[in-house]
C-alpha cells in the first residue's frame, strides 16, 4: 500500500519567515494530495490540496508543489505568525480523495 | 449545519468491554471513514464507507466493526475493547472523488482510554 513520510517532525521558525515542511510517497499512481493543519485538540482541518495534474497551488500565504517524477510534495508557508504554530499532516491517495494515507506530522512553531 | 458530530468526546473503559463510538454527518456526503490518531504516527484510516451499506477496511481495521445503514451515521464498534486501543479517534466525510468538492470534513473526535 501507499507509504507518506514527512520531515522534519518539528520546525522552528522565526515570525515573518518561512516554512517548507516536505513529503514523499511510495505509490506512482497516487493522485490527490492534501494538508491538514491540526491545533492543539482540535480536528483537522484542510489548509490547501493539489491534485496530479497541477504541479503547484499557491492561496494567500499558502503554497503547495508537486514533483510526480521524485514522488514528493512540499508545503510553504511565507511570511508565518504566530497563529500558524500547529501540526501540519501530509497525505496522498491514489483514488481521489478516499482512502488517505497520512504523514506522521510535523509540529510548526513560530517564534515571536 | 452542524457538519460532522461524534459522541462521546471522552470515553473510559475496561479491557474486554465493548461500546460503540457515533458519528454523523448532515451533508450529505457519500464518502464517510474513520481513523485513529496516536502520538507520532498521524492518523490511520480503520473503516471507509462509500455510500449506504458499503464498508470496507482501512490500514488498521483489526479489533474494530462498522456499519452504514443511512447516509447520515457511520458508528465504528469496539469488540473487545484492548490498552492498545486507546487512542483518539475521527470521523470524517466527504463528497466521493470526481466531484470539484474533495475536502474531508474531520468530527471533533472521541479520546478512548481502555485500562
Known amino acids: 500500500g501507499e507509504n507518506v513520510e514527512q520531515h522534519p517532525s518539528t520546525l522552528s521558525v522565526q515570525e515573518g519567515d518561512s516554512a517548507v515542511i516536505k513529503c514523499t510517497y511510495s505509490?506512482?499512481?497516487?493522485?490527490?494530495f492534501p494538508w491538514y493543519k491540526q491545533e492543539l485538540g482540535k480536528r483537522p482541518q484542510l489548509i490547501i490540496d493539489?491534485?496530479?495534474?497541477?504541479g503547484e497551488k499557491k492561496d494567500q500565504r499558502i503554497a503547495v508543489t508537486l514533483n510526480k517524477t521524485a514522488k514528493h510534495f512540499s508545503l510553504h508557508i511565507t511570511e508565518t505568525q504566530p497563529e500558524d504554530s500547529a501540526v501540519y499532516f501530509c497525505?496522498?491517495?491514489?483514488?481521489?480523495?478516499?482512502?488517505?494515507?497520512f504523514g506522521t506530522g510535523t509540529r510548526l512553531t513560530i517564534i515571536p | 449545519n452542524a457538519g460532522v458530530t461524534q459522541t462521546p468526546k471522552f470515553q473510559v473503559l475496561k479491557t474486554g468491554q465493548s461500546m460503540t463510538l457515533q458519528c454523523a454527518q448532515d451533508?450529505?456526503?457519500?464518502?464517510m471513514s474513520w481513523y485513529r490518531q496516536d502520538p507520532g504516527m498521524g492518523l490511520r484510516l480503520i473503516h471507509y464507507?462509500?455510500?449506504?451499506?458499503?464498508?470496507d477496511q482501512g490500514e488498521v481495521p483489526n479489533g474494530y466493526n462498522v456499519s452504514r445503514s443511512t447516509t447520515e451515521d457511520f458508528p465504528l464498534r469496539l469488540l473487545s475493547a484492548a490498552p492498545s486501543q486507546t487512542s483518539v479517534y475521527f470521523c470524517?466525510?466527504?463528497?466521493?472523488?470526481?466531484?470539484?468538492?474533495?475536502?474531508?470534513?474531520f468530527g471533533p473526535g472521541t479520546r478512548l482510554t481502555v485500562t
Open positions: 470524517a466525510s466527504s463528497r466521493l472523488a470526481g466531484v470539484q468538492d474533495y475536502e474531508q470534513y
Open positions: 497525505a496522498a491517495s491514489t483514488s481521489g480523495n478516499e482512502k488517505l494515507t
Open positions: 505509490d506512482s499512481a497516487s493522485n490527490y
Open positions: 451533508m450529505n456526503h457519500e464518502y
Open positions: 493539489i491534485r496530479s495534474n497541477v
Open positions: 464507507s462509500v455510500g449506504a451499506g458499503i464498508t
